[in-house]
C-alpha cells in the first residue's frame, strides 16, 4: 500500500528535467506562434506601403443644412482645422469645398459650405477630408492645355498652365494616394510670378500607365517619369526648372535632382510636408499603429530584400539607403524649400529638420504647427504663400518681377 502510494505520488511530479522540457517546448511554441504572427504583420504592413489604395473615409457627414449653407461633420483632427478644405462625398455631390469653421463641440464640427448644395442633394454619410481644395483646373480660370509626356513607362497624362514668356518652370509632382489634383492650390501663385507650370502624373497613380507590377516603388522608379517631363519641359523652352513635391511627391523631386541627366537646368527645388527618409516615415506610422518596432523594421527589410519583393509582389527590391537623402545630403547641389509642419501627423518633420542640419548651406525651412499633412496652403495660405514667392524672388526665379522692371 505504501509502495503503491509513493508510486501514485511519484507519477504526479514530472522529474525537474522533464518539466524544463515541457516548459521550453511551451516556450518555443508560443515564441514560434509570436513570430509568425510578426512575419505576416510585417508582409502584409509592407503590401500594404506599395499598393496604391484607394481613397477612405475618415469622417461622417452627420447634418447637411442647404439653407444655411453648412455641414456638421464627426470631428477629428483634420476637420477641426482653420482654413478651406475639400470633402470628397458619395452620392449627388461628389466633391464639396468647405470653408471656416463655424461651431464645434467635442464630437462634431460645423463649417461652412463653399460649394453651393440644392435642397434635393442626397449624400452619404461617409466621406474623405481633404487638403485638395480645388478638384480640377478648370477650378483656377486659368488657361491650360492637357497634354501627354513619354516615358518609358508610356505616356504619362499632365496639365500645362503657361504664364507667359519667361524660361522659369515649375514641374508639381503629387504624393501617394492622390493625383495631379492635389498639386492645383500652388499653380495661381506660380503663374503670378510669371512661373509657367507643368503639374505631371507618374506610374500607378491612377492615371498614368500601370508597371507590370502596378506597385509604388517610393521614388525608386517614379523619378524617370518627372524627369521625362524635365525634358519636356526643356524641348518647350524651360531653361530654369523648379521642382516642386507633396509628401511622397518630394521623395520623387529629390530623387530627380539628384540622378537626372538635366541637373544643370534644375534650378530649386520646393518641398511641401516631404519624405526625405522612408525609414523615418514607416517607423513613425507603425507606431501610430501599435506595429512593434521589430516588425517594421522587417516589412523595410522585406521590401529591400529580393525574398520580401517577391512575397509582397512589389516588382522589384526597394533601395531604402538610395531614397535616404539625409545619408546622401552630400551629393545634393540645388538650393531647397521645406515646407513642413511639426504637427503634420503622418510624415514627421524630423528627417526635414535633419535635412536642415546636413545642408544649411542649401536647405531653407519654413516650420509649421497645427496645420497637417500637406494641408499648409489651407491652414495659412497667406504664410505659405509669401514663403515661396520670398524665397523664390531672392533666387531671380521670379520672370514677372523682371518683366516689370523691364517696362519700366
Known amino acids: 500500500m505504501v509502495s503503491s502510494r509513493r508510486a501514485a505520488a511519484g507519477g504526479a511530479f514530472p522529474a525537474p528535467a522533464s518539466a524544463i522540457r515541457i516548459l521550453i517546448t511551451v516556450l518555443s511554441s508560443a515564441l514560434s506562434a509570436v513570430l509568425s504572427l510578426w512575419a505576416l504583420t510585417a508582409l502584409r504592413m509592407a503590401r500594404r506601403v506599395v499598393t496604391p489604395a484607394a481613397r477612405v473615409a475618415d469622417t461622417q457627414i452627420l447634418d447637411l443644412d442647404t439653407t444655411a449653407q453648412t455641414i456638421r461633420l464627426s470631428k477629428t483632427e483634420d476637420t477641426a482645422l482653420p482654413g478651406r478644405y475639400g470633402l470628397f462625398t458619395r ?79 515649375v514641374i508639381q509632382v503629387h504624393g501617394r494616394g492622390t493625383t495631379r489634383a492635389e498639386c492645383l492650390r500652388a499653380v495661381p501663385l506660380f503663374h503670378g510670378l510669371g512661373i509657367t507650370s507643368l503639374v505631371v502624373s507618374y506610374r500607378n497613380d491612377g492615371e498614368a500607365p500601370r508597371s507590370r507590377a502596378g506597385t509604388y516603388a517610393l521614388g525608386a522608379t517614379e523619378w524617370r517619369d518627372v524627369d521625362a517631363a524635365v525634358g519636356f519641359a526643356r524641348r518647350r523652352g524651360a531653361k530654369r526648372i523648379v521642382l516642386m513635391g507633396w509628401s511622397m511627391g518630394g521623395a520623387i523631386a529629390l530623387q530627380v535632382s539628384l540622378n537626372s541627366a538635366h541637373r544643370d537646368r534644375i534650378a530649386a527645388l520646393i518641398l511641401e510636408s516631404p519624405v526625405v527618409d ?114 523664390l524672388r531672392a533666387r531671380g526665379l521670379t520672370p514677372q518681377d523682371q518683366t516689370s522692371e523691364d517696362a519700366r
Not at 551629393?331 to 542640419?357: C, M, N, T, Y
Open 278 to 391: 522612408w525609414r523615418v516615415v514607416l517607423d513613425y506610422q507603425a507606431g501610430m499603429m501599435k506595429v512593434p518596432t521589430p516588425v517594421s523594421s522587417l516589412a523595410i527589410h522585406a521590401l529591400e530584400s529580393d525574398w520580401g519583393s517577391a512575397l509582397v509582389h512589389s516588382g522589384g527590391r526597394i533601395p531604402f539607403d538610395r531614397l535616404d537623402v539625409i545619408a546622401r545630403a552630400a551629393e545634393l547641389r540645388h538650393p531647397i524649400l521645406i515646407l513642413h509642419s511639426d504637427d503634420d501627423g503622418f510624415v514627421p518633420s524630423d528627417a526635414s529638420h535633419d535635412l536642415l542640419v546636413a545642408r544649411p548651406d542649401l536647405v531653407r525651412m519654413e516650420v509649421f504647427e497645427v496645420a497637417r499633412h500637406t494641408k499648409l496652403w489651407n491652414y495659412d495660405q497667406e504664410r505659405w504663400s509669401s514663403a515661396i514667392s520670398d524665397w
Open 91 to 169: 452620392g449627388s455631390e461628389p466633391y464639396l469645398k468647405l470653408g471656416t469653421v463655424l461651431a464645434e463641440d467635442a464630437d462634431s464640427v460645423t463649417r461652412k459650405l463653399l460649394t453651393h448644395i440644392g435642397s434635393d442633394a442626397r449624400l452619404d454619410s461617409a466621406a474623405a477630408f481633404s487638403g485638395w481644395y480645388f478638384d480640377h483646373p478648370s477650378d483656377l480660370h486659368l488657361p491650360y492645355t492637357p497634354e501627354l509626356i513619354g516615358s518609358g513607362i508610356g505616356p504619362c497624362p499632365a496639365w500645362l498652365f503657361p504664364a507667359g514668356e519667361g524660361d522659369v518652370w
